[in-house]
């Protein structure tokens, strides 16, 4: 099964760019990947899938034109352009796995923004 | 607009049962779409608990198969779920979320794009 592997933590300044990164386990290359953003005391909202070919299907409601994905290798890649105070967040990955009765979903430890 | 509500017991004991309850307003379950749990203990990340077709098809976690049920009732609009033999590990936030669906070659069809989440409700196990 897939290993989905997230740095606890990332800041970047306001105005700045950010990416943050979720690695895939290997021989998992082929994943799309779900990114989620989630503010304290809040469940998560969809950002947008992601595989090797970029984002895959649309973005989740509301989800400004700074976001953006991209998918190469092991590695699936969320970058926010002149970030602002509101991303402030946690950023979660997560993909599915197995077919038939074997399926199931797995998602990474999370990454703590900081928007400085 | 869709909105998910979970409610059940803030504290339970260890070795009971955990039932939770998610109601649906703004879509009719019975209309499609999969409904499923996703838990997240304080500090820590996402953990997908199954998911559940309003035909009642259902996929659970694996590291949880064996005491986990969801169910659905198209009657209440709501989602049901059970976690027997709880542990202090299982003190968590539950959510409950609707997700896309998407088919592959053999016809099955999978849970992906968790679109709409509830505010999710801390259960806490301890005696």
């Known amino acids: 099964q897939p290993v989905l592997t997230q740095p606890p933590s990332a800041s970047a300044s306001l105005g700045d760019s950010v990416t943050l990164t979720c690695t895939l386990s290997?021989?998992?290359?082929?994943?799309?990947v779900d990114w989620y953003q989630q503010k304290p005391g809040k469940g998560p909202r969809f950002v947008m899938r992601v595989g090797t070919g970029g984002i895959v299907g649309s973005k989740g409601d509301g989800i400004p034109d700074r976001f953006s994905v991209l998918g190469s290798g092991l590695n699936r890649y969320l970058t926010i352009n002149n970030i602002q105070e509101e991303d402030e967040s946690d950023y979660h990955c997560?993909?599915?796995?197995?077919?038939?009765?074997?399926?199931?979903?797995?998602f990474g430890g999370g990454t703590k923004l900081t928007v400085l | 607009q869709v909105q998910l509500h979970e409610s059940g017991p803030g504290l339970v004991k260890p070795s009971e049962t955990l039932s939770l309850i998610c109601a649906v307003s703004?879509?009719?379950?019975?209309?499609?779409?999969?409904w499923s749990w996703i838990r997240q203990p304080p500090g820590k990340g996402l953990e997908w608990i199954g998911s559940?077709?309003?035909?009642?098809?259902?996929y659970y976690n694996p590291s949880l198969k064996s005491r986990v049920s969801i169910s659905v009732d198209t009657s209440k609009n709501q989602i049901s779920m059970r976690l027997n033999s709880v542990t202090a590990a299982d003190t968590a936030i539950y959510y409950c979320?609707?997700?896309?669906?998407?088919?592959?070659?053999?016809?099955?069809?999978?849970?992906?794009?968790?679109?709409?989440w509830g505010q999710g409700t801390l259960v806490t196990v301890s005696s």
């Open positions: 290997s021989g998992h290359g082929s994943y799309k």
């Open positions: 997560g993909a599915d796995h197995g077919s038939g009765s074997n399926f199931f979903w797995v």
């Open positions: 703004g879509y009719y379950i019975s209309s499609g779409y999969y």
């Open positions: 559940i077709y309003h035909s009642g098809n259902t």
């Open positions: 979320a609707r997700s896309h669906y998407y088919y592959d070659s053999s016809g099955y069809y999978y849970p992906y794009h968790f679109d709409y």
